[in-house]
């Protein structure tokens, strides 16, 4: 499945992880269903998907926490950008 696919699916996927369902629903502007599916996750892919949300929430000391905790560096660049990168790599 591309990118666009993910972003265009009128349903979330079937058997998707819980990170790549927080990003669907983040596509959707479901901000509160989407942290609640990365929160469900116990996986270094969901913390990343929870970091990138408190990003975008604007609660950047939580972020630095899950994106510690996903071993990733704090993102620098737009929101949309970090969004596909993390969709790319998840897909």
């Not at 629903?25 to 479901?30: E, L, S, T, V």
């Not at 990138?52 to 609660?59: A, I, S, T, V, Y």
């Amino acid at each position: 499945m591309t990118v666009d696919e993910f972003r265009g699916a009128a349903e979330p996927p079937a058997g998707m992880s819980h990170a790549l369902l927080a990003l669907w629903w983040d596509a959707r502007g479901d901000w509160q269903r989407a942290h609640e599916a990365a929160q469900a996750g116990q996986d270094a892919d969901s913390a990343w998907v929870h970091a990138f949300l408190h990003r975008k929430e604007g609660d950047l000391a939580n972020a630095g926490y899950w994106y510690r905790r996903a071993g990733r560096p704090a993102a620098q660049g737009s929101l949309d950008e970090e969004w596909s990168l993390i969709t790319t790599e998840l897909l």
